[in-house]
């Protein structure tokens, strides 16, 4: 099982959460959260850990796997707004190997250094 998958169950269920309680919080069914929580579902789109996050009150970071501090960010709002445009890219982001999502990163920083104008 995935880090992800074992962070969202265990998180849920330090707050005294059911599975129904996240969902109704979340907006999705239960269903869907026990399919979080075994690893079916792989790509959890960003809305949603941003969403799982505040109702679970930890960082993101955590709950991706990417940080062991669960203090939660600042942000307390869950990310809703994000366009198509946005979360297409995230997704497309998402998709790339290590190797080219470095690539993208220094160029990003390439085109903020104000060379790359």
Known sequence: MSKVADRIKECREEL???????????????????????????NIPINVIQAMSVALDVNPAYLMGW?????????????????DEHARLIERYDALDQKRKDQLKAFLQFLESGTGR
């Open 16 to 42: 005294g959460l059911s599975a129904d309680d996240l969902a109704r919080i979340i907006g999705k069914d239960r269903a869907t959260i026990y399919r979080y929580e075994k690893d079916e579902i792989g």
């Open 67 to 83: 940080s062991d501090d669960k203090t939660p960010s600042r942000n307390k709002e869950p990310v809703t707004q994000m366009d």
